[in-house]
């Protein structure tokens, strides 16, 4: 385009040049000139369309990846059963020892509602863990006193020993938990079983040099 402009202006201001001898096609350099500069103008329109490509930021395809056929197999088994069923019913699971374990968890930390809900739905107040430690023995050790008073009052025998041998009271002594070792006393247990290792609450409580602990033991006797 800058050249077709450059010969116009030749020709408007060097008249000479027109009236030299027709040696030369106007029409076919003007011609050649604008099929040049419609090349420049497709050549300039690329080069932005090429440019403005590489600024944008490629979307790679994400496939999902497909689940695997028994993962497919196991979720269409899982509903085709009835609606009204548990998880655990459905993948024949059976609930009872989840539900000890959380029986064992409450009276550990204290939370004597939830124990009263567990009790409701049939679980034994005495059953034991695989070291035969029952609940009340978990709560007599974290000196959870309401919780001692619950289970007990619900049946939880004070006498059940551990694989060690050890009773309630034992785990009451040990941790220092006065209260509650003044209420098992109370409710009929004895100072003087002995562990496994041949000492008893009165023995542990010497080895604490807990005098309290000491006072409430001698005044039982």
């Known amino acids: 385009m800058n050249k077709f402009v450059f010969l116009s202006t030749l020709f408007i201001f060097f008249p000479q040049f027109t009236s030299a001898e027709p040696s030369y096609n106007f029409e076919a350099i003007s011609g050649a000139l604008q099929a040049e500069y419609q090349n420049q103008l497709k050549h300039n329109q690329r080069a932005k369309a090429q440019q403005r490509a590489k600024s944008k930021p490629r979307q790679k395809n994400r496939v999902k990846p497909k689940p695997p056929r028994k993962a497919n197999q196991q979720r ?9 069923r548990t998880p655990a019913v ?14 064992f968890k409450a009276a550990s930390t204290g939370r004597t509602q939830y124990l009263a809900q ?34 007990v009052s619900h049946g939880a025998n004070i006498h059940l020993r551990t694989v060690k041998g050890w009773t309630a009271l034992h785990h009451a002594v ?6 509650i070792a003044q209420y098992l006393l109370q409710r009929g247990a004895s100072p003087y079983q002995r562990t496994s290792d041949g000492l008893t609450a009165m023995d542990m409580a010497k080895n604490s040099n807990n005098k309290y602990l000491l006072q409430i033991l001698e005044g039982s006797r």
Do not use: C, D, W
């Open 174 to 179: 040990r941790f220092r938990q006065a209260s």
């Open 90 to 103: 459905r993948n024949n699971i059976p609930q009872e020892k989840p539900q000890i374990e959380n029986f």
């Open 76 to 84: 269409q088994a899982y509903r085709r059963l009835p609606a009204n």
């Open 118 to 151: 567990l009790l409701q739905q049939n679980i034994n107040v005495n059953s034991a863990n695989q070291y035969r430690e029952t609940a009340l023995h978990m709560a007599a050790a974290n000196g959870h006193y309401r919780t001692v008073i619950f289970l």
